[in-house]
DNA sequence: AAGCCGGGGAA
DNA sequence: TTCCCAGGCTT
């Protein structure tokens, strides 16, 4: 659009933003001047998840840890049973050390400072600046992606793009209100599929619009395959109390589960091996298969083979450990009876 | 720049 | 099924 269009554009998605902006517990307070601990924790649960879903999660955290002295005087145990189940489980892991860091430091007070803490990033820095302090920067989130994208019917939008157009957009009075203003546009009129343009108020302006086939921009991402993965598990104990391991590395970092060892599926008699290896490292006695669980994650699909065993490390209680779903399912097999490798 | 990291909702 | 979600970190 030109630039004499620029303030009839803002003036028309505040004027939406302020009639039908979502209603959201992390708002409360003055427009611009949010409870920076509150809108934190908001803004690190809903990184690649929905509000519908963030909303669940916020009140549970905030009830465990409504400061952020709580928080960093609590076991990183708790924090991630608070988390559990919400995915990305690393969030949890930066957000407690941050929290440390910030009992020491005090709390960011610039964009540049938040940018600094553990698990805050570009998205994150200008959303809580601008939404703390109404520090004018543009936050670029897949929202603001898509709404930017249709806006100027690019298809294929580069982060460096999206942002200099959010900058440039970006409404200098009120830089708190038009962030979420923008990310309130792309949630509910503006959406991947199916746009409402009829009730968009920057219909006027839009480029996506204008070509007919909206939902056409931004193109979709092309996105790598599904990963297969096996698995045998060994399940000691029962569903309330099991042999649980700790889990290192990025997948599933600092959560519990059942012991496992991968196997090479294409390799004859892999899983026997990878159950006798498993067992021996657990000093722990194999038992019969109790069954099979399969779990879905963005980028990869685990079957696990679960066996019953006896013997190995003490039990730990399920109950208040964080585990993955993953976990939760091959615990479910607890109790049943034993599989028969040749069903009737 | 490209991979990796969870789990679930919407169409 | 496919695509995406108020992204960040590592390589």
């Given at each position: 659009m030109s630039d004499a269009e620029q303030p009839r554009l803002r003036a028309a998605l505040l004027a939406w933003f302020d009639r039908q902006g979502r209603d959201l517990p992390w708002r409360q307070g003055p427009e611009g001047r949010r409870d920076p601990y509150r809108a934190w924790v908001a803004e690190v649960l809903l990184q690649q998840t929905q509000v519908a879903r963030g909303l669940e999660y916020y009140h549970r955290f905030l009830t465990a840890f409504p400061s952020v002295q709580v928080l960093a005087a609590a076991p990183l145990d708790d924090v991630l049973k608070a988390w559990e189940g919400c995915g990305y489980y690393a969030r949890a892991r930066n957000l407690h050390r941050a929290a440390q860091q910030v009992t020491r430091e005090g709390l960011p007070r610039t964009h540049a400072e938040w940018l600094a803490?553990?698990?805050?990033?570009p998205y994150t820095a200008a959303a809580l600046s601008s939404f703390t302090q109404n520090a004018p920067h543009a936050v670029n989130d897949g929202n603001v992606r898509r709404v930017l994208a249709r806006l100027h019917a690019e298809p294929a939008p580069t982060p460096r793009w999206v942002q200099q157009q959010a900058d440039a957009l970006l409404d200098p009075a009120r830089p708190g209100a038009w962030n979420e203003a923008v990310m309130d546009l792309g949630a509910?009129?503006?959406?991947?599929?199916?746009?409402?343009?009829?009730?968009?108020?920057l219909s006027d302006w839009c480029g996506a619009r204008a070509s007919g086939q909206p939902g056409n921009y931004p193109a979709p991402k092309t996105r790598p395959a599904v990963q297969t993965v096996q698995a045998v598990a060994v399940l000691i104990g029962n569903a309330q109390r099991a042999v649980l391991e700790r889990r290192d590395g990025a997948l599933l970092g600092g959560l519990l589960g059942l012991p496992a060892q991968p196997f090479d599926p294409?390799?004859?008699?892999a899983p026997a091996q990878a159950l006798h290896e498993l067992c021996a490292r657990l000093n722990a006695a194999p038992g019969p298969l109790l069954g099979e669980v399969t779990h879905t994650m963005t980028h990869r699909q685990v079957t696990w083979q679960v066996y019953a065993a006896t013997g190995g490390p003490p039990l730990t209680d399920v109950g208040s450990a964080a585990l993955s779903r993953l976990d939760h399912k091959a615990l479910a097999l607890a109790g049943r009876r034993a599989q028969s490798l040749f069903p009737v």
């Amino acid at each position: 659009m030109s630039d004499a269009e620029q303030p009839r554009l803002r003036a028309a998605l505040l004027a939406w933003f302020d009639r039908q902006g979502r209603d959201l517990p992390w708002r409360q307070g003055p427009e611009g001047r949010r409870d920076p601990y509150r809108a934190w924790v908001a803004e690190v649960l809903l990184q690649q998840t929905q509000v519908a879903r963030g909303l669940e999660y916020y009140h549970r955290f905030l009830t465990a840890f409504p400061s952020v002295q709580v928080l960093a005087a609590a076991p990183l145990d708790d924090v991630l049973k608070a988390w559990e189940g919400c995915g990305y489980y690393a969030r949890a892991r930066n957000l407690h050390r941050a929290a440390q860091q910030v009992t020491r430091e005090g709390l960011p007070r610039t964009h540049a400072e938040w940018l600094a803490l553990p698990g805050v990033g570009p998205y994150t820095a200008a959303a809580l600046s601008s939404f703390t302090q109404n520090a004018p920067h543009a936050v670029n989130d897949g929202n603001v992606r898509r709404v930017l994208a249709r806006l100027h019917a690019e298809p294929a939008p580069t982060p460096r793009w999206v942002q200099q157009q959010a900058d440039a957009l970006l409404d200098p009075a009120r830089p708190g209100a038009w962030n979420e203003a923008v990310m309130d546009l792309g949630a509910t009129v503006c959406t991947p599929k199916r746009p409402q343009c009829g009730v968009c108020p920057l219909s006027d302006w839009c480029g996506a619009r204008a070509s007919g086939q909206p939902g056409n921009y931004p193109a979709p991402k092309t996105r790598p395959a599904v990963q297969t993965v096996q698995a045998v598990a060994v399940l000691i104990g029962n569903a309330q109390r099991a042999v649980l391991e700790r889990r290192d590395g990025a997948l599933l970092g600092g959560l519990l589960g059942l012991p496992a060892q991968p196997f090479d599926p294409a390799q004859p008699g892999a899983p026997a091996q990878a159950l006798h290896e498993l067992c021996a490292r657990l000093n722990a006695a194999p038992g019969p298969l109790l069954g099979e669980v399969t779990h879905t994650m963005t980028h990869r699909q685990v079957t696990w083979q679960v066996y019953a065993a006896t013997g190995g490390p003490p039990l730990t209680d399920v109950g208040s450990a964080a585990l993955s779903r993953l976990d939760h399912k091959a615990l479910a097999l607890a109790g049943r009876r034993a599989q028969s490798l040749f069903p009737v």
